[in-house]
């Protein structure tokens, strides 16, 4: 009888098995080695690890009016970051005009010296992109107020930079998220290197946080991963557990539930009010996430029959701007955050009409083609310029397209609001020139009849 042949199918199966795990572990073993000899390589491909950050290079001069600007750049991924000069403030007057910068004291342009002097001032933190986001600081004495943290998760080292000089003590008593959009939240998350956030959420200590009640985004995606809105989520719960937080939705505080207030006095004398307002799409749904933000008005009593009001309703579009109006008490106010970067969809007559806004500041990159390649739609839009020039031309924009290497350079730049004694006077890092009188805009809109 012939002899089977014996099968060599399990031995040859086993050796490739055990081949397959020496083959892994000398990846892994060789991962390890080359991130220890070589880490500059994780970094540039991976994103893993710090900076190696070059000299600083100047690219503007600052005066005693004016902030400079300056920029070094990683030698190992190239990414480029860049710091403001503060201005000195140091102005050498002949009567009431700075012969340095040109300052007046006699004008509602005001300058670095008077921001940092005064008892309350809001900044419209310009961003290191060519894209729209909100980021806006309050500050009022030793009470930091942070409305939204936007534009991309690698904004949150910009924001950073322009607070830190004003949050001496490194807590914000107040941050308010406004809404899930990218452009408002992804700020407060940062980003990562391995697990650990450089977000503002998880680099300040934080007194309260209000936050957006709902939401249409997923905290996941299908494969498990976690989106932004979920990464946000997890900031607020860090915060929370470790920076000493407490977390409320808008709706908390407007009915002042679970020790949450509808109102927020940020001075000992009870003058400077933050005013959670009451938004219909806290409890109900809608189909554009713009209508979930949080809607804030901030007040100041001068004298007692004299107030200053200041308005941020995030990216709240018409019908959460009706309803606004049917259901507050709204003032006039001085100042008014321009609703969804300048759309045509936001800053509508029904809230206008209202408020009567005397400044308007827009966080925009101007032209940009981000959202619609319809150039009267791209923000500041042309349809909100039409609708709020009736009522003022101070108008001021942060960013604007540019031809330049980086896509992008300062319209206004940074644009802080302060009170001055009684006064309410502005200073922007790169310049005070109106919208209106921006060569992008004699460019690219048309002039409505109130600007003539």
């Known amino acids: ?183 408002h939240i992804a700020g407060l998350v940062g980003t990562s290197a391995g697990s ?75 003058k400077v009010s933050m005013n959670i307002l009451y938004n219909y799409y806290y409890e109900n749904n809608s189909s554009d996430e713009n209508n979930y933000s949080v809607c804030m008005l901030l007040s100041q009593e001068i004298s007692a029959d004299n107030y200053k009001h200041y308005l941020f309703t995030g990216d709240l579009e018409r019908e959460g701007e009706e309803r606004l109006v049917q259901n507050n008490t709204l003032p006039e106010v001085e100042l008014f955050k321009a609703g969804h970067h300048g759309s045509p969809t936001s800053s509508n007559d029904c809230l206008l009409s209202v408020i009567k806004p005397k400044y308007v500041a827009v966080c925009c990159c101007a032209g940009t083609d981000e959202y619609t390649d319809t150039k009267a739609n791209q923000f500041p839009s042309q349809a909100f310029i039409d609708r709020v020039a009736p009522y003022t031309d101070y108008v001021f924009c942060t960013n604007m397209i540019s031809d330049n290497a980086d896509g992008y350079q300062p319209m206004n730049g940074n644009i802080v609001f302060y009170v001055d004694g009684t006064k309410l006077k502005f200073y922007c890092s790169n310049n005070t020139t109106k919208l209106k009188d921006t060569e992008w805009f004699k460019s690219n809109r048309t002039c409505p009849t109130a600007w003539s």
């Open 1 to 183: 009888m012939a002899n089977k042949k014996r099968s060599n199918k399990g031995g040859r199966g086993g050796k490739m098995s055990i081949l397959a795990v020496v083959l892994i572990l000398l990846i892994v073993v060789a991962a390890v080695v080359v991130y220890f000899v070589k880490p500059d390589l994780y970094h540039k491909f991976i994103g893993l690890g710090e900076h190696t950050w070059g000299e600083y290079t100047v690219v503007t001069d600052g005066d005693c009016g004016h902030d400079g600007l300056k920029k070094h750049t990683c030698s190992v991924c190239e990414q480029t970051e860049e710091i403001v000069i503060p201005a000195t403030g140091e102005h050498t007057f002949d009567g009431e005009v700075c012969t340095v910068c040109g300052y007046d004291k006699s004008s509602p342009e005001g300058d670095l010296a008077g921001v940092q002097s005064s008892g309350l001032s809001i900044h419209f933190i310009k961003f290191d992109n060519d894209k729209a986001g909100d980021s806006v600081l309050i500050k009022c004495g030793n009470t930091e107020v942070l409305i939204d943290a936007g534009s991309n998760q690698s904004s949150a080292t910009t924001i950073k930079a322009y607070i830190d000089p004003y949050v001496t003590d490194k807590t914000l008593e107040y941050v308010i998220a406004t809404h899930a959009d990218q452009d």
């Open 196 to 270: 650990t956030y450089n977000g503002v959420l998880y680099s300040y200590n934080i007194g309260t946080i209000i936050r957006f009640d709902k939401s249409n985004k997923e905290v996941e995606t299908a494969k498990g991963n976690r989106t932004l809105y979920g990464k946000f989520l997890d900031s607020v719960d860090y915060a929370v557990a470790n920076k000493g937080a407490t977390a409320y939705t808008a709706s908390q505080c407007w009915y002042e539930r679970d020790g949450a207030k509808k109102t927020y006095y940020l001075d000992s004398e009870n």
